[in-house]
């Protein structure tokens, strides 16, 4: 009986092993109503003055919020971006008032367009390495995500345009 009693406890503790490692294996994070879906960054050059940072954000409840900043070890500022082309020239600009998020919708952060800059790297992750950064919302608050370093064209999803430095 006791072999028995062992044997129901180990499938008990497997079957509560495997059931958790589903969603914690995703590269996504979730705070209040907002779920942030695989931030990503490419490989920089070492000599580059500034990381990419790309992500999805849905939010999933009856309130707008809106992403103001955040930081991050791997760089002195994080700042959000927007990329446009003007008259045949690429510019950028900060977005000082942050991002809105209306309640129901999804925003997507992606390469040549609306982004997350990380400023004045202070290391410059490998492909497949993480880093993790704290993105800050007016309603919902702070959040820490990892960001994983992947090669653009590698991304497997709509979600994972490819980015050139």
């Known amino acids: 009986m006791p072999f028995q ?15 958790s490692s589903g969603p914690a294996s995703s590269h996504d994070f979730t705070v209040g109503s907002l779920e942030i879906k695989h931030p990503w960054s490419q490989k920089a050059p070492a000599v580059a003055p500034v990381l990419g940072g790309y992500l999805t954000i849905v939010n999933t409840g009856t ?13 002195e500022r994080l700042e959000i971006h927007v990329s446009s082309v003007i008259d045949g020239v690429a510019r950028m600009r ?11 919708s999804t925003v997507k952060l992606e390469p040549r367009a609306m982004h ?3 400023e004045k790297p202070t290391w410059y992750p490998a492909e497949g390495e993480k880093f993790k950064a704290t993105l800050q919302f007016e ?11 992947q090669k653009g ?11 050139t430095p």
């Open 5 to 19: 009693k062992l044997l129901a406890f180990g499938l008990f503790a497997l079957t509560c092993v495997t059931a």
């Open 153 to 163: 064209a590698a991304a497997s999803s709509d979600d994972h345009v490819g980015h």
């Open 94 to 104: 900060p977005v000082k008032e942050g991002i809105t998020i209306s309640a129901g």
């Open 116 to 118: 997350i800059m990380f």
């Open 63 to 75: 309130t707008d919020d809106r992403l103001l900043g955040g930081s991050s070890p791997v760089a």
């Open 139 to 149: 309603k919902a608050g702070p959040v820490e995500v990892e960001f994983v370093v």
